[in-house]
């Protein structure tokens, strides 16, 4: 067969392709202009250092949850592959693979890195979002020094590289191979089975034996949430590990998610919350379309917030095999914003603790440093070094481990985790969708006044409590392992009984502004741990939305979501 031909196409630059707190995501109709989204992928290719792409045999791994245009996308990264002088693309079936199954992949593989095409937990459809990630060869996101040189080559583009006459078989299983003019070796497309790598990955970190044995006695719900995570539930859930049938929900991947927000929080998640209400259910989970996200709820939809979570999880990694082969947990962390209850495990099992930006990115430095063992972020994000992504499925796994051991009830093993170590009082304040000027308006007020002479040490009151300003920034992080420094990661107002209250403009969203507003408090009283967290919290709430003026400023009464 003659070979296929590389053509050069003149572009010009657009502006606005800067990667945010995950990737560039923009509206499915912006990803579909003329020369967009190949813009971004030859500036992505572009600055793969040439020592990675040796290391990792000029392979990348490829794939994405599923949503609208993907499969368009797919199609043209190979293109661009081919043309770029890559030897190989490693890419899920029919596209398919979760954001931990690239993970997991990039590194069983030894590739130099991978494209994710998602815009994870934003709507889908041909009027909702797309996203494009690149992960690096450790297997997580790319971190800011690299995202910030794909974005400097954005600005600069004149022309990308293509091989129009490439069209890979998706669907078949096996590689498919083409011959580049110009090139000395074959370009080798391997299509491969979305979940079999990431199930044999589960099958070294968890028991499957003894998760089996959990699930013939309780029954678990997932919602997959019409997300990439369908055929991994059916798969490993209930294939392998016999959860019945009524078990999987929305595990059908749509390429709009069905039209809903696939958000596993208690509002874009309610059915879930819903059902578990019945009763009839021990565990219910949820996962966002491209599966790094998960919820954790227990019998009669009892929610276990994602700080609390991670911190379930730290405290009783004895009971995965993983943890017991590697001596325990070598380091804990957590995003800024998250809740402080994985710290008091820290403490309590002497373990090291990093708080990080908000980002994923930003935990890769220190896995790779061995610093690092479980992780998370209120987002319903938590994972571990087994890979560089947060992992929703891994969360389950972890809380059926811990059932199995403790012999408990997510409710009982929560409560008493409580009782031994406090409880960190959460909630966020999620505005979507709001006016960009209005917000940057607040966030430069609050800024100004949280960081002015006198802000330490004043007094704010509602109701009958009073909280006294310990500290007030905006959130700079300093990497220990290679010294990069990242400013502007949150408005951060510290009292002096260690309470907090978080401001920050979220960097996933595609058009506006979206507000979040955290809020996180300790409590040591026995008696008031098992109150209600917005109850509890309601004084401080108040206090936060006054100082800030978010309501006059933004015109927003209620937020869109409240976790
Ligand atoms: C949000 C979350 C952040 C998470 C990020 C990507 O970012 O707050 O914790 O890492 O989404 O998650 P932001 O900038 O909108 O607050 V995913 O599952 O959307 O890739
Ligand atoms: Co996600």
């Not at 879930?272 to 954790?296: C, H, P, Q, S, W």
């Not at 440093?369 to 929703?392: M, N, P, Q, V």
């Not at 209005?438 to 007020?445: E, I, L, T």
Request: charged residues 20%.
């Amino acid at each position: 067969m003659a070979p296929v031909a590389v053509l050069k196409v003149a572009t010009t630059p657009f502006e606005g392709q800067k990667p945010g707190t995950s990737g560039l995501r923009k509206p499915v109709p912006v990803f579909q202009g003329e020369h967009y989204a190949a813009n971004f992928v030859q500036s992505t290719l572009s600055c793969i250092p040439a020592a990675e792409l040796q290391a990792g045999s000029h392979t990348l791994v490829v794939g994405g949850d599923g949503r609208y245009y993907m499969q368009d996308a797919v199609q043209m990264i190979v293109r661009m592959c081919a043309a770029n002088g890559l030897r190989k693309v490693i890419i899920g079936q029919n596209g398919i693979f979760s954001t931990p199954a690239v993970s997991c992949v990039i590194r069983k593989r030894s590739a130099a890195g991978g494209i994710i095409l998602t815009a994870s937990h934003n709507p889908g459809g041909p009027n909702g979002d797309f996203g494009i990630k690149y992960n690096i060869s450790n297997g997580g996101p790319a971190p800011e020094g690299v995202t910030n040189a794909i974005f400097n080559y954005t600005k600069t583009i004149k022309e990308y590289l293509i091989c129009p006459d490439i069209t890979v078989d998706l669907a078949s299983l096996g590689t498919q191979t083409f011959q580049v003019a110009g090139q000395p070796q074959p370009f080798v497309v391997e299509i491969v089975d979305s979940v079999e790598d990431y199930l044999q990955m589960c099958r070294d970190i968890f028991d499957f034996p003894t998760i089996k044995a959990l699930l013939a006695t309780i029954k678990i719900r997932a919602d997959a949430m019409c997300g990439v995570m369908g055929p991994y539930v059916r798969r490993i859930l209930c294939q392998e590990l016999g959860a019945s049938a009524d078990a999987a929900v929305r595990c059908d991947p749509k390429d709009d998610f069905g039209g809903h927000h696939p958000d596993p929080n208690l509002t874009y998640a309610a059915d879930l919350v819903n059902t578990m209400k019945t009763g009839d259910y021990e565990l219910g989970v949820a996962f966002d379309g491209d599966g790094d996200r998960n919820m954790i709820l227990g019998r009669g939809g009892f929610f276990v917030t994602p700080s609390d979570s991670v911190a379930v999880i730290a405290a009783n990694c004895d009971c995965i095999p993983y943890f017991q082969r590697t001596g325990g947990a070598k380091g804990f962390a957590r995003s800024m914003p998250t809740g402080g209850a994985l710290d008091r495990v820290a403490e309590g099992l002497k373990v090291p603790m990093f708080e990080v930006p908000t980002g994923w990115k930003f935990f890769g430095n220190l896995m790779d440093a061995g610093k690092l063992s479980i992780c998370g972020e209120e987002s319903f994000g938590t994972g571990s070094d087994h890979i560089r992504e947060k992992d929703g499925f891994w969360a389950v796994m972890s809380w059926l481990s811990i059932m199995a051991a403790r012999k408990a009830s997510v409710e009982e093993i929560v409560q008493t985790h409580w009782a031994k170590y406090g409880r960190n009082f959460f909630t966020r304040y999620d505005y979507e969708n709001v006016d960009a000027a209005p917000a940057n308006q607040m966030m430069a007020n609050v800024e100004q006044l949280i960081t002015g002479a006198t802000f330490v040490g004043k007094e704010f009151s509602h109701g009958d409590k009073t909280y006294k300003v310990a500290k007030g920034d905006n959130f700079t992080y300093t990497d220990p392992i290679d010294g990069s420094v990242s400013t502007k990661q949150g408005l951060r107002i510290v009292f002096e009984d260690g309470s907090r209250v978080i401001f920050r403009l979220s960097g996933t969203g595609s058009v506006g502004a979206t507000i979040r507003m955290y809020v996180d408090s300790y409590e040591t009283d026995a008696a008031k741990q098992k109150l209600d967290a917005q109850v509890m919290l309601k004084p401080l709430v108040e206090i936060a939305l006054k100082l800030s003026q978010l309501r006059e400023l933004t015109g927003r009464d209620q937020p869109t979501v409240i976790t």
